[in-house]
């Protein structure tokens, strides 16, 4: 009972069951950093929303390319991940930041689904928010 | 020639230059993680100062006190093996205040100066950041001059005949210290690598020392354990070898 409680309750991405059958369902996460800065992130050059660190991003979206990039400011660099999505899979990328001197990045890889499901348990759902 | 150029391109199973498609990332790459740096660092410090028995004599004798914080330059270097560093420090106080000049008498800092060594632990660290608890000995000195002053002019011819009442040349304090501090550095990611280092910390004598005085010998003079809290902010230049991958 306690352990189907905690399934209940334990936040992670409803990514875990399969996406929409016409549709594919990508997954942007962060996993807890120590004094990690939140990123804007844009899908196919709009900004979606910001993503600070133990939170993801879901969306659905239609088959076919799609370009996931981090918006920059002056001290951080673009980085950019282009995934051609297929309907029914889950994409998981997992976003890292990086810090070098004076500049900063995010670094994006597309995870196995067996990685992303397991790292992306516990996080939790970042609020849609677009950079002011 | 660009004949068989053009051939050779359109014969290629991808465009030259076109890069592969980066659904192929399936990794974030490994956090650098070299075995051991050498190290070079400079910067700033401000520093709280309290030397309790002399401030009281000060207070009793309504002689006001230099601005208590203390801004130092300084200049540390060593090396790091794995998880632990060690450095030898060195630092001078700087006047950066302008003094005081509307009391009657006031004591003024006319050195002050450090050096010592400090070893340390990250005892937190990720892909680009160290957290260190440092520990560390030393010697710190410090100097003061009370000015007593007048409005009576004096000669300049006379000057050295000229003796103010309530002027006190020289006191100076010496102690030797112990020293903790916490300190977050950014973890090096190239072979030669810059970075920012923040310090927070503090470090107080062994032992009460009387003070003394550079002009004289000095009998009775109260006792002082300096205590000091401080805020490190510097620049640190690291030589960085044996790479491995975490």
Redesign the interface.
């Known amino acids: 009972m306690l352990i189907l409680a905690w399934l209940l309750l334990s936040s992670g991405p409803a990514a875990a069951q399969s996406a929409p059958g016409s549709q594919a369902r990508l997954v942007v996460y962060r996993q807890r ?3 990690g800065n939140p990123y804007t992130i844009k899908l196919n050059e709009k900004a979606w929303s910001e993503l600070p660190t133990n939170r993801y991003l879901q969306v659905d979206l239609p088959p076919g390319r799609v370009k996931i990039e981090t918006a920059t400011d002056y001290f951080s660099e673009s980085q ?5 999505l297929r309907a029914g899979r889950t994409y998981y990328v ?1 976003a ?6 004076m500049t ?1 990045t995010l ?6 689904d067996e990685q992303g499901q397991r790292e992306t348990q516990g996080l939790k759902p970042a609020t849609i928010r677009l950079p002011k | 020639m660009k004949y068989f150029l053009l051939l050779f391109l359109l014969g290629g199973r991808v465009a030259l230059g076109q890069t592969p498609d980066s659904a192929q990332v399936t990794a974030i790459p490994p956090v650098p993680s070299f075995k051991y740096s050498y190290i070079i660092e400079a910067g700033s410090r401000i520093a709280f100062t309290r030397t309790p028995h002399m401030q009281d004599f000060f207070r009793q004798n309504q002689i006001k006190r230099a601005f208590p914080l203390d801004p130092f330059i300084y200049i540390n270097w060593g090396g790091r093996y794995r998880r632990v560093k060690a450095m030898v420090e060195s630092g001078y106080a700087t006047n950066s205040w302008t003094p005081w000049e509307e009391e009657e008498t006031a004591a003024r800092r006319t050195y002050g100066a450090y050096s010592g060594a400090m070893v340390g632990y990250d005892v937190l660290n990720n892909r680009n950041s160290r957290l260190y608890l440092n520990v560390g000995i030393g010697g710190i000195f410090y100097e003061y001059s009370v000015y007593g002053r007048s409005s009576q002019p004096v000669a300049f011819a006379n000057i050295l005949q000229n003796n103010q009442p309530g002027t006190i040349s020289s006191l100076k304090l010496s102690n030797t210290y112990w020293d903790i501090n916490v300190e977050f550095a950014q973890r090096e990611k190239r072979r030669v690598s810059p970075s920012f280092v923040f310090r927070l910390g503090y470090r107080q004598g062994w032992r009460a020392e009387a003070w003394e005085s550079g002009a004289f010998p000095l009998t009775g003079a109260p006792q002082d354990r300096i205590g000091q809290f401080y805020l490190t902010t510097g620049y640190s230049l690291a030589r960085n070898y044996a790479k491995a991958a975490k």
């Open positions: 950093e120590f004094g950019t991940l282009w995934l051609t997992k890292v930041e990086d810090v070098d001197f900063r670094l994006l890889a597309l995870l196995s």
